[in-house]
């Protein structure tokens, strides 16, 4: 009986090891294993090794001959209590809704003016609008802040109308966040209006027109049909724009460094500050990476479960 059982559970398993080494199996690995050794050696590996870091006391020098020792979340507790992470905490929410709220509805808005031709010359307006998105990013840090300089083209153009006009936008703490939220505005709406154009052509127009004929306003065609077939883009532009918004480095590095007085400073800038400028501590450098991805993760879900809950499909 014993042996009866044996016999049966090799072949069971000769059988088993032919369905998995099969000729698709082996031309499936063969193609994503190339793929996944790169994405674990750019992507999982820098992600662990940050995170490990984060826990210990290491600041510079070269890993191998400096003692590093385990210190827990002394890194963690440190960024809680600096009033700069709070600052720049408080900035990349501005980002974030200035790109969810403003880059989004806007990209869409235009983009189903464009689509439904309420408006000629849309191939110009198109390229106009998308034009800024393939400028470099400090290239278009440099236009606009001598744009909002307090000697810039905004200062000459408003004095005209109101001579005694100061310009202080860039230089005042209160109000240094609006140039650059007005910069992120222009600078990536285009995005989205080239991804709402090309998902606007999906839907049949003639159930748009259909409805038309039926007595749907243009409200309705819009609120009924439009969005409900969009609501999957909708979620997935939100997350590009949340995960955008935190990688805005390079445009406000451009444009303020930070300044006056880190006022315009954001996380990734935070941290770039505490890794490379002044003593290096690339201890609290890698917690605030590590607490980047993580409240990245976490908006993402939140805006997967709001549109789950409330958006249709497409």
Do not use: C
């Given at each position: 009986m014993n042996q009866e059982m044996t016999l049966n559970k090799e072949k069971w398993l000769k059988v088993k090891g032919k369905k998995f080494w099969t000729e698709e199996r082996r031309a499936y690995l063969m193609l994503v294993t190339p793929a996944a050794l790169l994405y674990y050696a750019v992507m999982a590996f820098p992600f662990l090794f940050s995170l490990v870091l984060s826990f210990t006391n290491y600041t510079s020098g070269e890993l191998v001959?400096?003692?590093?020792?385990?210190?827990?979340?002394?890194?963690?507790?440190?960024?809680?209590?600096?009033?700069?992470?709070w600052i720049s905490l408080t900035n990349n929410f501005y980002i974030v809704f200035i790109s969810v709220f403003g880059q989004i509805p806007l990209g869409f808005v235009i983009a189903y003016i464009l689509h439904r031709k309420h408006v000629?010359?849309?191939?110009?307006?198109?390229?106009?609008?998308?034009f800024p998105t393939?400028?470099?990013?400090?290239?278009?840090?440099?236009?606009?802040?001598?744009?909002?300089?307090?000697?810039?083209?905004?200062?000459?153009?408003?004095?005209?109308?109101?001579?005694?006009?100061?310009?202080?936008l860039s230089v005042d703490p209160k109000t240094a966040m609006i140039p650059v939220?007005?910069?992120?505005?222009?600078?990536?709406?285009?995005?989205?209006?080239?991804?709402?154009?090309?998902?606007?052509?999906?839907?049949?127009?003639?159930?748009m027109e259909a409805s038309k004929i039926d007595g749907a306003s243009e409200g309705q065609v819009l609120r009924y049909i439009v969005l409900p077939a969009l609501s999957g883009v909708i979620v997935t532009c939100a997350i590009l724009a949340i995960s955008g918004s935190l990688n805005s480095f390079g445009l406000i590095f451009a444009m303020t460094q930070g300044n006056p007085a880190r006022r315009t400073s954001v996380l990734s800038l935070y941290m770039y500050d505490n890794a490379f400028r002044g003593a290096p501590d690339y201890g609290l450098a890698n917690a605030i990476s590590i607490f980047m991805v993580l409240m990245s993760f976490a908006m993402i879900l939140i805006t997967k479960a709001v549109e789950k809950k409330f958006g249709g499909r497409e």
């Open positions: 001959t400096t003692p590093i020792r385990f210190i827990g979340l002394k890194h963690y507790l440190d960024m809680l209590a600096d009033p700069y992470f000629k010359m849309t191939g110009f307006f198109q390229t106009m609008i998308y393939i400028i470099s990013t400090i290239v278009v840090g440099i236009l606009w802040q001598s744009f909002f300089s307090p000697y810039g083209p905004l200062t000459e153009i408003i004095q005209r109308i109101i001579p005694a006009w100061e310009n202080n939220l007005l910069a992120v505005l222009w600078m990536y709406t285009g995005n989205y209006l080239i991804i709402f154009l090309a998902n606007l052509q999906k839907i049949d127009p003639e159930v």
